[in-house]
């Protein structure tokens, strides 16, 4: 036990063990130098004190709910001592099923700061990009449209050639700022009363002219009753473009995506069906990362920055969202957001619960 106990000590991340009573069994050495307390006087004592304590360092006090048993899974932690401000990622899982769990507090304050300056990087890049390639855009424009003079087929074909190339290079700037800000915390949302009907329908119409050069027809499905919601309505038209446009680029000719709209007391939920290739059981969990592409989307074109994005922008309005999918029988992007607004009171502890049935 002695030897065991060693190990522990040893370890990087800080490190808690509860019983089933959500008693203290272990804290090692270097959870309790972060906490400046001895770590032999804790085994025995109740969850609820280390909490008590923990809180007084975590900014803001988003700590383990030791009373939530069925709360496992990763989060980060902001941990402030004296002036020194560091992050954690917190880890839980439970042990045998019935006997406890444990909780492990690894410091990712070296990964933050460096991811913090490649957003940084990345950020001023493309505000750089940003401006020349709207002269060149504007400039292909009004060529086109004849100010300049007749141009001849041949420069024509080139000119639209050019002109598809830019607007493919201001998406993806304009996605690339648009997750800079979303890593920072600085994008503002414009909260609104809206009817995400009129919000869903207003995507649909903005991917048709995508749907129809394939033959996939877009049907929007709505429950009766849906309540108003307070959101951004550009955002969230965002979100459900980005999820239409990934529906219809993986989509067989002739097939239909559906956006399906419902609600429950808490939460209005859209979801996009379509009749797709589908995502295997081992790519689920990355598809919302950042310039994660399966091989399929590599053929089909993208940067990969669309659902991650969308990620974002359902996070900032305290939502949630998942996907729902199988090889051959199509996808299920889902994202519920509160009816409540994002910022009122006890929002942020009603979206810390899981919104996933």
Sequence with gaps: MNAERSILDSLG??????????RIVLLNRTL?????????????RP????????????????????????????????WRDAETLRYFREDSSPLVPGAGRVFAYHDVSH???????????ISVASHELRTPMTSIKGSVDLILSGFAGET????????????????????????????????AGQLKLNLERLD???????????????????????????????PMLEA?????????????????????????????????????????QDQGVGIAEKDLHRIFGKFQQLSEGRRRGGTGLGLAITRG????????????SHVGEGSRFIFRLPIESPHAPGATALAGQSAKP
């Design 313 to 324: 922008l359902i996070d900032e309005h305290r939502g949630s969202i998942w996907v729902e």
């Design 196 to 226: 995400l009907t009129e919000i869903a329908v207003r995507a649909v119409c903005a991917v048709k002219p995508l749907a129809d050069k394939t033959q996939v027809r877009l049907r929007v499905e709505r429950r009766m009753g849906l």
């Design 111 to 121: 990964e933050k700061a460096v991811d913090r300056m490649k957003s940084e990087f």
């Design 152 to 183: 001849s087929p041949e420069m024509q074909e080139l000119l639209e050639i050019a002109q598809k190339s830019c607007d493919r290079l201001v998406r993806l700037v304009n996605d690339i700022l648009d997750l800079s800000k979303i890593e």
């Design 32 to 44: 309790a130098d972060m906490l400046h307390v001895p770590a032999e006087e804790w085994p025995g």
């Design 13 to 22: 991340s800080g490190l808690v063990v509860l019983d089933a009573q959500d």
């Design 47 to 78: 969850a609820a004190e280390l909490l008590g304590l923990m809180a007084r360092y975590a900014l803001p006090v988003a700590l383990p709910r030791f009373d939530w048993p069925e709360l496992f899974g990763s989060r980060e932690i902001e």
């Design 232 to 272: 951004d309505p550009d955002r969230i038209e965002q979100a459900i473009t980005n999820l239409l446009s990934n529906a219809v680029k993986f989509s067989p000719p002739k097939a239909e995506v559906v956006v399906q709209l419902s609600a429950d007391e808490t939460w209005v939920q859209c979801a996009v």
